[in-house]
């Protein structure tokens, strides 16, 4: 009897100790908890065990361990047991402990573990031959065995409960969400990405809607991106006015909770303002996950109940709590991809728009480093020297332009000053190898360093302006201006002679009469006659030269006037041995025109084509005429010997001439310089020696009325 009554009181010592030794860890957790939450739930489990362990103690365990006979009154005190589960059941409803399914779930696990290593040794204990004799190295080993079995058998015995008992269909979307989240990162698209997560948290927690709410550029505060309901559709909401301030830097609170977000009840949204109170309870999130990366909360992830209306367990929490990490990176990797993006297509559209300005200028431009490659080409050089842009890149310039161009580079290229080059001959293709049969151009070059922002030099910029048309038109200018000058010399020449060219030839006529019977006096009369009619013809051809009087113009066919100038000078050709190929199109559009005027052109152009091939014995004249776009192109072209390079510049002048003496004045062309210009046209000249001269002219071709 006495061994029972020590036994009761080791017994009754051991029961109240254990709950004073539990109530004393609770109260040490709740000093030392900082969210409010968990306080609450810790000072209820705390007063529960006090309220009920303390009275008990007090009345009963402590008297009938000090060996007093417990009385009623004293048994009464057991009462005082029934506020621990109380208390407990209070919190649990009323501070979300419900992690006791958890707990439930790993006692199921353990519980089962235990079993099955107690069968495992019971299995081996019987397969002994001698089971009342077992060495102490039998029972070592059986103990190593359990040991080394028990966990193991416990991880895959929760492994299958999660999978067929306590998860089922949402088990193998728990284990695929981290994976996810972990690829998440890869996913540039930020709609898409967050899209994802909410489909994927929906289906693993089977919560009824989530959301997702994203920092502000200026960072002052947060804005509702996105909001998933059950079937992965977008979420409408009521109230569009959110105060979302109570999203805040987390601090010490791993994470934000609503108990009750339809009303105003819950510790933590008590002492809020009304409008946040209504903001809470329209988006009706009971969980707000903070997404922090590298110390920057850039999101918050916002999480309701189960569809069921239950919380999250602690296991559930800490896997959003997981999950917000990657969400975090993810919304990071998406925004600088944004943003480099964003720079990127902005630095292209600044390149297209440099890239397109140089393009549109109408000169050249280059640019090449420290060692004279090429960097840049645009379209208008390309087709200065018939370089492609992809063959000029990378070489040096010297590879690409002349030799005497590439001696001016290469004598400026330490230089740092801006240089202006005039007139410099460049020929079309010459990096092909065939620059001797290309056109030439002249181009005015300018050579400038290429310095960066900081002032370093960082190459050069040539620029290449064509001014062939410039000097063409410069010389034409010179020409006309020429010409007005000498024809209005020509013009006072001409009056101020013709008056005593008449009277020498009037008294030489009268002397002829006088001296018929002289023969000797009547050949020098004679030749004073022929001398003062070829003397009168210079003067006729000075005042045509001269002429600025109106001229009637009419629609005129060239064809015609080319046919008929022809048709007279053909006994001439005939003559002098030349053969005439007459390549007309048909029907050629009508110029406006004087066809004397014009006549008079073409017989100064088919007559010295035709004294030219009479000093080789004949030759070829071929006249072509074409269409030239809104033009009419009339070509005349000879076999002849050609003119001197140094001659084609001063044929137009006046009394230029290469003909022998008494063949010629150096007016004709003159003169059909003057009346081509009349018709509103243009006279060129090209000839190389030994291979003929060729005459081109250009007529505007008479527009047609359109008649509506």
Request: charged content about 25%.
């Amino acid at each position: 009897i006495e061994m029972r009554w020590l036994l009761d009181r080791a017994w009754l010592v051991l029961y109240a100790g254990s709950y004073l030794a539990g109530g004393a860890i609770l109260h040490l957790s709740f000093r030392r908890a900082d969210d409010p939450i968990i306080r609450q739930q810790l000072k209820w489990l705390r007063n529960g065990v006090f309220a009920g362990v303390l009275p008990f103690v007090a009345l009963y365990a402590a008297p009938f361990v000090l060996g007093l006979v417990p009385t009623p009154a004293m048994r009464l005190s057991v009462l005082f047991l029934a506020l621990v589960p109380l208390a407990w059941a209070y919190s649990i409803l009323r501070y979300r402990l419900m992690d006791v399914d958890i707990i439930f779930q790993q006692g199921y696990v353990y519980l089962l573990a235990t079993i099955a290593v107690l069968g495992i040794v019971s299995l081996l204990v019987l397969s002994l031959a001698r089971r009342d004799e077992l060495s102490p190295t039998a029972v070592v080993l059986l103990v190593l065995v359990a040991g080394f079995v028990f966990e193991p058998l416990r991880n895959w015995i929760q492994q299958q409960l999660d999978r067929y008992v306590f998860y089922k269909d949402r088990y193998d979307y728990r284990v695929t969400l981290v994976g996810f989240a972990r690829e998440l990162s890869s996913e540039m698209d930020l709609d898409r990405s967050l899209r994802g997560v909410g489909e994927r948290l929906v289906n693993t927690l089977q919560v009824s809607h989530v959301a997702f709410f994203l920092a502000d550029e200026e960072g002052s505060g947060f804005h509702l991106h996105s909001t998933l309901d059950r079937e992965g559709h977008p979420r409408t909401l009521n109230f569009s006015a959110l105060d979302l301030s109570f999203l805040s830097t987390p601090g010490q609170r791993p994470y934000l909770f609503f108990e009750s977000t339809r009303r105003a009840i819950d510790v933590v949204s008590r002492e809020m303002p009304a409008s946040v109170r209504t903001t809470i309870a329209e988006l009706d999130l009971t969980y707000y996950l903070p997404c922090v990366f590298r110390g920057r909360t850039l999101a918050w992830m916002g999480v309701s109940r189960t569809a069921k209306g239950d919380f999250l367990s602690s296991d559930d929490v800490e896997l959003l709590q997981t999950l917000s990490g990657y969400v975090a990176m993810a919304i990071e990797n998406a925004r600088l991809y944004s943003s480099l993006a964003a720079k990127a297509e902005q630095v292209e559209r600044l390149k297209e728009f440099s890239e397109n300005i140089v393009e549109s200028i109408n000169v050249g431009i280059l640019a090449a480093d420290l060692e004279d490659r090429v960097e840049s080409w645009n379209s208008r050089i390309e087709r200065l020297t018939g370089v492609p842009r992809h063959a000029a890149v990378g070489r040096k310039l010297s590879d690409l332009f002349p030799a005497e161009m590439a001696l001016h580079f290469d004598r400026l290229r330490a230089d740092n000053k801006v240089h202006q080059l005039y007139k410099i001959p460049l020929r079309h293709n010459a990096v092909n190898g065939n620059g001797d049969s290309g056109r030439e151009t002249l181009v005015n070059l300018a050579i400038a360093p290429l310095v960066t922002k900081d002032g370093q030099r960082i190459g050069r910029l040539v620029i290449i302006d064509d001014v062939t048309e410039r000097d063409e038109l410069e010389r034409r200018l010179v020409q006309a201006d020429k010409l007005s000058s000498i024809g209005l010399l020509a013009a006072g020449v001409a009056h101020e002679v013709n008056t005593p060219l008449a009277v020498i030839s009037t008294y030489a006529q009268m002397l002829a009469k006088q001296v018929h019977g002289d023969e000797q006096k009547s050949k020098l009369l004679d030749k004073i006659a022929k001398q003062t009619f070829r003397a009168s013809e210079i003067v006729n051809s000075l005042l045509n030269f001269s002429r600025t009087s109106s001229t009637d113009f009419t629609d005129l066919e060239l064809n015609r006037v080319l046919r008929e100038t022809l048709s007279l000078l053909e006994h001439q050709f005939e003559k002098a041995g030349v053969r005439v190929e007459a390549d007309l199109a048909e029907p050629l559009p009508a110029i406006r025109g004087n066809a004397g005027k014009l006549q008079q052109v073409f017989l100064n152009l088919f007559l010295n084509a035709r004294d030219a091939m009479s000093d080789v014995s004949g030759g070829t004249l071929r006249v072509t005429t074409v269409v030239n776009g809104p033009s009419v192109q009339v070509e005349i072209r000879d076999t002849g010997p050609g003119i001197a390079r140094d001659h084609l510049d001063r044929i137009f002048d006046p009394f230029f001439t290469t003909k022998t003496a008494r063949k010629g004045t150096g007016l004709g062309l003159s003169v059909t310089y003057g009346i081509v210009e009349e018709h509103g046209g243009s006279i060129e000249a090209d000839s190389r020696p030994g291979e003929g001269a060729v005459f081109r002219l250009e007529f505007p071709a008479v527009r047609k009325t359109v008649h509506a």
